[in-house]
């Protein structure tokens, strides 16, 4: 029977689930997987967490160095999220030689390639299966199989939050209360910022796109929004013409470029991502042998992303062991992208507007498919617009946008959401 | 690097998948995996497919037995289907003490159990993960993971044909224009009958049960029935009621028995699984602590099913190498099963037969939920009329059926499909 010796930093709540599950299941995981996962010591700033599970003061410590020059531990869980200490502890436990596993999602789109290199060189591993759609298999299939067949595309609803607020909101309920009764349900941070304006899903596309092209993003250089600019109007429009909104995160390449992006876009209604409702999330990757595979799962909470962080320490000395070769694609410019465009005005409500707006299109070259407007908003100061375009070009698309604007017929800044067909 | 010196019983066209990747892929595998597959020799009964593909006399053999003696050899991949001399060529090959790679789920099915404790007895794996799912990664992905948690149940549309046909007559195609259809593209054999019996599903849903439950089933000892008398009439109905009509295969713990079953089912359109059309397969496995985990893609083909064969090449002397535990469930009888369901009659079109049909339902108390019945159907002799239940019993629900056979009222072996809600 082989023996892991196992520390782990963060008692929080994946800490919690993670100590649960090794406690409950470790005679579950002796008899399935013959290994014997033997918890050395665990390590947080407040001692309160490790008194609430019960921990022996031997077992607790508050400073993490203990833990990662204890001679008597082979591998470290790191759960504290950011990326300052957390790289520090990950940089310490691979050089003394320890096998480094993290929920960990910001620190990888950080500094993944930089750790997996440290830890290649210290003949240990850098796991990291929590970070990315958390009980969703998804990065270990990646290196099990997808890999032999040369990934093309990913394209995933990656945040619960994001998505359980679209959900709501598809269902008649306004933002605002729809956030409020995320938070309720524990899927939403008190603090929501990074799960609505995108910058989490940001970070799981950095993450696969590492493990899908080799390609070190960081979330900077990206196009990333969120969902705060959505209203109800536009997801019953969006409905209208057969479509359901949703925030997605993207990679893929084109020619040798590699687009990632993160941005609320319109989904057919028989695309499989588009059933993908409430708190769930999914991933749908497309490789030249495989064709689409797509995973569906919840997304985060304890237990799930628990699973995964176990499921790693199973996998240590797997021999399934891989490196990130940088292949050097370049970034792709989101003012190439070709697309098709919902486009949502709030016009002012003068006779002749629409014609001017017209006329802009005609004078940008780009083709208008459709024009919805709803007869009962006629004594609006305002009147939502919906145009949507044939396939046009982004920037172009954004220069009509800013011409618009000068024209003064309609408020600043409308909503432009890629149409994936 | 590790090396592992590879047998292919079988060049059809699995084995032809197979030969390719490992020639094309060979040094990405090398460089991505640090493992160099070496392939040693194949075998066939036929000398012409190695000449298709360009095999060297020296590499070729129309005797299975040469490649299980030779000791250069360390794992053999049998790819010819069937349970007779696959079960010898397996037999022969693990007591000799090397691995056993298959895409053959009859044989999985049938022996699995024991071709296990044979290969942990000889200290060498047995791998089928592209007998389920071909492309999807289900099967490795349940042995990393879902496995700490306790799979709870599995639900899936598991046979490419049979969900093609059905996605054909939903877009108004009758069943043999469909299935021409299919065979035309590829997607069901010459001889369809395994897929459109279920008997192809109930393979995949016997090895499931292996793996999730560690229960040993055959499928003569469960419910299994085909899309053969499914008509457009159904598919329409189901569409008003809110449905779609899919071949499932599910297994469940119920109390200390195991549920297996294959048969059509009418599942709520907002079912994750009820957007998966056309040749697509998907499996949604609930587990305790992941909660519903759907995976999704191509079931079957050349190149999907040779990856899944390639991935567990590699995966090879990975450690992670679990037995089954006979934990002695007991099989559900289908007798028991408590489920809405979807009948259809074909009603003699004569007044009063529709009243003596609700009596019995009142005499048997089972609930009708809804009826059908079409107006224009009128001056046929027949008229489908379709009644949905509330949550009955299977057998008395059968028990009312026996009966209405006897009234003589409408024609024999009306079609019932449970619902899931």
Do not use: W
């Not at 993944?112 to 830890?119: D, H, I, Q, V």
């Not at 990934?151 to 598809?170: E, H, P, R």
């Not at 699973?307 to 050097?328: E, G, H, M, P, Q």
Request: hydrophobic share 40%; with cysteine.
């Amino acid at each position: 029977m082989r023996k892991i010796n196992l520390g782990i930093i963060g008692l929080g709540t994946i800490g919690e689930g993670v100590y649960k599950i090794l406690k409950n299941q470790r005679s579950r995981i002796k008899e399935y997987y013959d290994i014997d996962i033997n918890l050395i010591k665990t390590c947080d700033i407040s001692p309160l967490l490790a008194k609430k599970l019960k921990i022996k003061k031997s077992k607790f410590t508050k400073n993490y160095m203990d833990l990662i020059n204890d001679p008597n531990i082979d591998s470290i869980v790191e759960l504290i999220g950011g990326t300052t200490i957390a790289n520090d502890i990950a940089i310490n436990t691979l050089r003394n030689k320890k096998n480094f596993i993290t929920a960990n999602k910001a620190l990888i789109a950080k500094n993944g390639f930089e750790l997996l290199s440290l830890a290649k060189k210290n003949n240990v591993q850098l796991l990291y299966e929590a970070s990315v759609g958390g009980g969703i298999p998804i990065l270990n299939s990646i290196q099990d199989s997808l890999l032999i067949n040369q990934v093309k595309s990913f394209i995933g609803i990656m945040n619960g939050t994001c998505n359980y607020i679209l959900t709501l909101m598809a269902n008649g309920i306004e933002f605002d209360n729809a956030l409020k009764k995320a938070q309720e349900l524990g899927f939403a941070e008190a603090d929501p910022t990074l799960d609505i304006n995108g910058m989490d899903t940001a970070h799981k596309v950095s993450v696969l796109s590492k493990d899908c092209f080799d390609f070190d993003s960081k979330v900077e250089n990206f196009h990333v929004t969120g969902i705060e600019n959505i209203s109800k109007i536009d997801i019953e429009a969006a409905s209208q013409l057969g479509y359901k909104i949703k925030l997605i995160g993207l990679g893929r390449i084109v020619k040798n470029k590699i687009d990632l992006r993160v941005h609320l876009s319109l989904l057919k209604k028989d695309n499989p991502l588009c059933n993908v409702d409430r708190e769930f999330n999914a991933i749908l990757i497309d490789s030249k042998n495989l064709g689409p595979v797509m995973k569906y799962g919840y997304g985060a909470g304890m237990l799930p992303t628990a699973t995964a962080i176990v499921s790693d320490i199973i996998r240590i000395n797997s021999n399934i062991n891989r490196s990130f070769k940088n292949k050097k694609y370049k970034m792709f410019n989101i003012n190439n992208l070709e697309s098709k465009f919902y486009l949502r005005l709030n016009l002012k409500n003068n006779p002749g507007n629409l014609a001017k707006i017209t006329k802009l299109f005609a004078k940008y070259s780009i083709n208008i498919e459709k024009i919805l407007q709803n007869p009962d908003n006629v004594n609006l100061k305002h009147v939502p617009v919906i145009i949507t375009t044939k396939k046009s070009n982004y920037k172009t698309t954004n220069k009509l946008i800013n011409q618009l604007d000068k024209l003064n017929i309609a408020l600043k800044n409308p909503l432009l959401i890629p149409i994936e067909d």
